[in-house]
């Protein structure tokens, strides 16, 4: 929820921390449709997630044995958006999505960010489709708002421009091993 | 426990591959033009307001003699493209931002109509300028067109 105008997570916004001695602001997330007092309609957040498929995509068998190896790099590759807990403060801090609401927003970005360079992904084409949207990674203006809002700390806009670098180059830069 | 069903994944968009695509080569177009406008504007503004007499320089007598020269032509033309495209495209930005239903296609044709005219009477301009165009001109160029 907006508290004192910022993106934050109610549960992890201490009294002690905020200064009480000016009225406290508490709102509903902007951009998404407000349903009573702080409850929003989540459900354009969610479909966007659900539309850039964000789960491994494997058609092959692993090389041998049971697991898919992945080397401490091609693991480090994807590491920082693994962290998304999915709590809609990034893309309803973000404002191209406040104006329409079609923009995909930086949390499904950074979700298909976290497939798109997993080595083990062989999904990465169809993403990139995906996301080469008109309402897709184009409508970011890098205002970095996203950035500022993420309670994990991920570094949203970077993943966005690498998903925009990794769609001009046709190919994702996943290391080799 | 029950099976959840789990939706098909969209597929569409990937058959739309291939097709060119307005909204990445706008992107492309706006960084390329920037970087190139960074030089050419600066260029511009110091060769007009702070070389030799600086901004009082400038008359009619400044312009026909920058277009004199083919350099100068040529750096207008890609100052006129480059900037007036680069600002339509980000209008246009704005325009799919800010602008619903009707009004959207209609803010979009007038920007593209007014692009295309300031383009055209911008280019025709520096193409088919004339120095000796006012007779009562003095100075250096007064006598270059009466020498004419």
Known sequence: MRINGR????????????????????EAIKGLPLEKDLIVDMEPFFQSYREIQPFLVASSTP?????????VAQRARFDDTTKCILCAACTSSCPVFWTDGQYFGPAAIVNAHRFIFDSRDEGAQVRLDILNDREGVWRCRTTFNC??????????????????????????????? | MTTETIQAPRSAAAARRGRFNLEKWGWIYMRVSGVVLIVLVFGHLY????????????????????WASPFWIVWDTLLLWLALIHGANGMRTLVNDYARGRLRPLLQGALLVSTVVLLTLGTLVIYTFDPCLDPSVAGDLGAVCTAR
């Open chain 1, 7 to 26: 993106n934050r997570l109610a549960c992890k916004t201490l009294i002690k921390d905020l200064d009480i001695s000016k009225p406290i602001y508490v």
């Open chain 1, 63 to 71: 090389k041998d044995g049971k697991e898919r190896i992945q080397s």
């Open chain 1, 147 to 177: 950035t500022e809002a993420c309670p994990r700390g991920i570094q949203v806009t970077k993943a966005i421009a690498e998903v925009k670098n990794a769609i001009l180059r046709g190919k994702a830069d996943v290391p080799a091993a």
């Open chain 2, 47 to 66: 060769v007009n307001l702070f070389s030799g007499e600086g901004v009082r320089a400038i008359d009619f007598a400044f312009v026909a003699g920058k």
